[in-house]
């Protein structure tokens, strides 16, 4: 996948403008995509001129203009072609992962306070994800959005964000176990 698809993705439901695009990443999109907001902006300029988008100009009172872009019918093209393309597996790259691995090797507090700190981070993220399932189910139950509700697919991706988050804080939390018994195993 490429940023192209994950901003065409993030258009699909509503005309935004980059400004908007980069908190819709931020919040929403960011737990499969990362991307810093002068990326977005590069891009955004790249499928516009591509024919992928189509950008207008508003002007406002008291503040800079804004472009606001939305998805063209090429640009729908360019997604059902991605979408038809077999997806690749992820990939898990995480430094954090990493220390542990040399776990055996390093100092213990330093990896206990390192996979303290990233359950704070994994917490605030479960935190966002509910609340926004929250938002966008509105009154309705999980179950109830799920037969019927608009729109599915983010729903779908906060989902699986949720589940990623939560796994996160899971595996911190039993590793944090595992080292301080062993750490007091190996005091005693």
């Known amino acids: 996948m490429t940023l192209r698809h994950a ?13 908007q695009l980069a ?18 902006y ?21 503040r800079p203009n804004k472009r606001m872009f939305t998805v063209t019918g090429t640009g729908l093209a360019e997604l059902e072609k991605f979408t038809a393309a077999t997806a690749k597996p992820s990939v ?17 507090d330093t990896l206990i306070a ?4 990233r359950i704070g981070f994994a917490q605030d993220k479960v935190d966002l994800f509910e609340r ?3 938002t966008m189910r509105g009154e309705r139950a999980e179950a109830e959005f799920l037969r019927h509700g608009r729109p599915i697919g983010p729903y779908l991706t906060c ?13 911190c939390e039993r590793a944090i176990t595992v080292l301080r018994d062993r750490q007091a195993a190996a005091d005693a």
């Open 114 to 117: 390192q996979l303290t700190d």
């Open 159 to 171: 989902l699986r964000g949720l589940a990623f988050e939560r796994g996160n804080l899971d595996w």
């Open 132 to 134: 926004l399932l929250r």
């Open 92 to 108: 898990l790259r995480d430094d954090l992962m990493v220390k542990v691995q040399a776990a055996d090797r390093v100092d213990t």
């Open 42 to 62: 590069a891009e955004l300029a790249r499928l516009e001129q591509g024919g992928l988008i189509s950008g207008r100009e508003v002007v406002q009172d008291g």
């Open 7 to 19: 901003v065409l993705a993030a258009l699909l439901d509503e005309e935004r403008s980059g400004y």
């Open 23 to 40: 908190k819709a990443f931020d919040l929403g999109v960011a737990n499969f995509w990362y991307a810093k907001p002068q990326q977005l």
